[in-house]
């Protein structure tokens, strides 16, 4: 993804018809080349309407969600695989490039304890099986390090790196904040 892009939540957190529209012209309005969309909700997302509205508007988009708490995958990976899975398929339904964020866990995921390697097996393997089904859907996926107050999984680049590393998909990458890396990185 080149460019400068913005977070839907700056103008909604819900991605229906209407918020979609009003973002995405807020977006070409500021100048931004991509949107990254709350995916919150991918059962819920008009993808054919999106499609059409980032084609028409010249603007391009990737998708990016933390997992509800019944599919983190340190404790479900089935679960996380399954809703992985219709995120994938939304996510290139609408032309989005790629699907990103904690797509292995959720925000307030804490254990109070370094994660086990029973979890990063869980997340691994959930994974895997995700970034091969994207991979047919001819997306990206990546993994976002958030900082310890939200997840206690994946906190740094380095520990993103070492789970991208281990799964061993050419389709999968690792998703930069600037706020939480502020928070983790020295």
Known sequence: MKGFGIHS?????NWTPEAAEHAVGEAVRNGFDFVEIALLQPTKVDTAHSRKLFDEAGIQAVCSLGLPEGAWASRDPDAALAFLTTANDATAEMGALAL???IYGGIGERSGQP????????VARCLAAAAAH??????DLGIEAINRYENHLINTGAQAVEMVE????????????TYHMNIEEK
């Open 134 to 139: 994207a991979r047919t859907r001819g997306i």
């Open 166 to 177: 281990r799964i061993g998909a050419e389709n999968m990458f690792v998703h930069l904040d």
């Open 115 to 122: 994660p086990t390697d029973a979890e990063y097996d869980n």
């Open 9 to 13: 939540s700056i103008w909604t957190m």
């Open 100 to 102: 990103s964020g904690v």
